[in-house]
């Protein structure tokens, strides 16, 4: 066992041994601890020590055997070494020549060696700064730019600058310092640019007025083009162009882009474009736009007043449509069609609304007339941008109605102007000039007036052919207003006609109806009014080829209007001859007033009544007047005159303040009636047959004749008999008088000549009472 372990630890340290020999020196620690680590490292130390005396034995040999060669290689180097040294001396020696010589050649070298160092640092630079200039130059003109407000070309350049230059030379602090300034620098372009749109914008509101103007007149002067063009046609194979036209016409005028710089909103349009917030410029331009549309569509409260009020108005809003037709065709979907269509719309209503409340106000047909022109160009200017206005000439045809009422009023006045100038006598005539220059104003043809010697009259008074004059004025008045609206004839002839037919039938009417009723108008006026109308009447159908001439359009079509003045003269000639015959009425009333009848008079007078005998004056002259009127006027008016004289008679006879009368106030009574009477057989008024005008007397006369000849029994007896000859003596009125008759019979002993029957005939008038009475009760039940 201890051999074993003896030699295992021989075999070990020889492993040792040999790992020192062969381990490099600085590797040799741990192979030695692995020594120590044993317990054997004494017997370790005796194998190192054999081992080393070993290695002495073999470096001893080797030494021997070339002991000679080193000898010999002594002897060499010992001969070498003193050539060595003289080859040192002369090194030394040259060395110090070559520097001595080569010291000049050192400085030209290490200048040399500084001019290459420079020479490679400035290529550097230079290489450098071809980098950098581009960059500088590129921000040079940027800032150039945005000085001189070029921001859309400050944009671009921008856009370079950080996508192209910066990128080369992005390690530089300067780089850095501009890439950090961009973002600053496209909002300061943003702000600037979104700046100049607000000023466009607050430039295109003040110029709207103007823009709308120009575009106007294009539209006015192109209607005068087209009526030029369409009033000269072809003649003799050449054909005058637009452009000839228009050269002979006035000068061209501006243009929106002439008025107004564009370019600010181009600029922010692409501006906004480039920087991706074009939805944003977008939404923006129409809301500011909307808000101005807004303000312009707010007329002004005094925008009734004058044209030049409605001119404005319409001015700018031409103006702002034309601006956003300009923006619409100019730019890609800044505005579209459907954004235009709704502010149209808005705009439509709005005007129209704003025109249908101010135009209420205007009571003066030449303004609404020149509105209506006004509106007319304001809808042709639109319509030539392509904006529909079918609802703008709709809108006129409401105008139209009001001008009309306008029209009315006017004419009203003129009409009340001619009547109350009027002398109401017809017209004299001196010679040929003058009865022309009437018969020129109104149609009437006279056979025999034309035969006739001057001077000589007119039957009607001048208020006859003014009116005629005033009529066919106000029928070229309506037409005015029916040119340019795009109606057809028959539309314009029935608007004509219509408004003609409210004329005559309201405003001529109504001013002659005025006339007719006033207090202070006389018979000789009523009988004037009378004719006049007449002739007017006969005028109508003058009027009627009147219209259709300036029409065109025959008064046989189908659904033609007619014209209903002959309606208009005859219920006017009606009512004047309803005030003839109340006025006259009232003239007989006032005579009557005079009356002043003793009704206990016992002895009738000679002669009629002073107040009768005038009354009866009067009314012959007066019917002396009537010559002219139709015949069955006069004789209405005289039966009328009569009746109600007759009327009055009786009523003066049976008023209850008369209590008592005498058979002498009741025989002057008479001779009253007996002097209508002889009024009534002369013939005031010819056309009359027999006694027709008579029996306007007739219950009178027969009341009369029965108390004075005092005939009861005549009258009781054929009481009811269709021959009887008191037929139109009422009972109850006989009654009346015969109570008054009795009564003054009691008091006053009428009947004193029959003093010896006056029994007896107190008893008769007591009996003819009771029988009266009796005939009353009877004919009440």
Known sequence: MAELESIETAAEHERILREIESTDTACIGPTLRSVYDGEEHGRFMEKLEARIRNHDREIEKMCNFHYQGFVDSITELLKVRGEAQKLKNQVTDTNRKLQSEGKELIIAMEELKQCRLQQRNISATVDKLTLCLPVLEMYSKLREQMKSKRHYP?????????????????????????????????????????????????????????????????????????????????????????????AGSDLEVPGAQELVDFSPVYRCLHIYTVLGARETFENYYRKQRRKQARLVLQPPSNMHETLDGYRKYFNQIVGFFVVEDHILHTTQGLVNRAYIDELWEMALSKTIAALRTHSSYCSDPSLVLDL?????????????????????????????????????????????????????????????????????????????????????????????????????????????????????????????????????????????????????????????????????????????????????????????????????????????????????????????????????????????????????????????????????????????????????????????????????????????????????????????????????????????????????????????QPTCKYLRVNPTTALVLLEKMRDTSRKNNVFAQFRKNERDKQKLIDTVAKQLRGLINSHHS
């Open 372 to 720: 209506k022109n006004l509106i007319v160009l304001f809808a042709d200017t639109l319509q030539g941008y392509g904006f529909p206005v079918n609802q703008l000439f709709d809108m006129l045809l409401e105008i139209q109605d009001q001008y009309s009422e306008t029209l009315l009023k006017k004419w009203s006045g003129v009409f009340r102007n001619i009547l109350d100038s009027d002398n109401y006598s017809p017209i004299p005539v001196t010679n040929e000039e003058i009865y022309k220059k009437i018969v020129g104003q109104f149609p009437f043809q006279d056979a025999e007036l034309e035969k006739q010697p001057f001077p000589k009259k007119f039957p009607f008074s001048e208020f006859v052919p003014k009116v005629y004059n005033q009529i066919k004025e106000f029928i070229y008045a309506c037409l005015k207003f029916s040119e340019d609206l795009h109606l057809s004839s028959t539309e314009v002839d029935d608007m004509i006609r219509k408004s003609t037919n409210l004329l005559l039938t309201r405003t001529l009417s109504n001013c002659l109806q005025n006339v007719i009723k006033r207090k202070n108008v006389g018979l000789t006026e009523l009988v004037q009014i009378i004719i006049n109308t007449t002739h007017l009447e006969k005028s109508c159908k003058f009027l009627e080829e009147f219209i259709t001439n300036i029409t065109n359009v025959l008064p046989e079509t189908v659904h033609t209007t007619k014209l209903y003045g002959t309606t208009t003269f005859k219920d006017a000639r009606h009512a004047a001859e309803e005030e003839i015959y109340t006025n006259l009425n009232q003239k007989i009333d006032q005579f009557l007033q005079l009356a002043d009848y003793d009704w206990m008079a016992l002895e009738p007078g000679s002669r009629a009544s002073d107040y009768l005998v005038d009354l009866i004056g009067f009314l012959r002259s007066t019917f002396a007047v009537f010559t002219h009127l139709p015949g069955k006027v006069a004789q209405t008016a005289c039966m009328s005159a009569c009746k109600h004289l007759s009327t009055s008679l009786m009523q003066l006879l049976l008023e209850a303040e008369v209590r008592q009368l005498t058979l002498g106030a009741l025989q002057q009574f008479n001779l009253d009636v007996e002097e209508c009477e002889q009024f009534a057989r002369s013939g005031p008024v010819p056309g009359f047959q027999g006694d027709t005008l008579q029996l306007a007397f007739i219950d009178l006369r027969q009341l009369l004749d029965l108390f004075i000849q005092w005939d009861w029994s005549t009258y009781l007896a054929d009481y009811g």
């Open 154 to 246: 400050a944009l671009k350049t921008l856009e370079h600058l950080e996508h192209t230059y910066l990128p080369q030379v992005s390690h530089y602090r300067f780089c850095k310092v501009m890439v950090d300034n961009i973002p600053k620098l496209r909002e300061e372009i943003k702000e600037v640019s979104m700046s100049d749109l607000k000023d466009f914008l607050e430039s295109i509101r003040k110029h709207s007025d103007k823009i709308g103007e120009m575009a106007m007149k294009q539209a006015q002067q192109q209607r005068n083009l087209d009526n030029i063009v369409s009033q000269h046609p072809r003649i003799s194979g050449g054909k005058k162009s637009k452009k000839e036209a228009c």
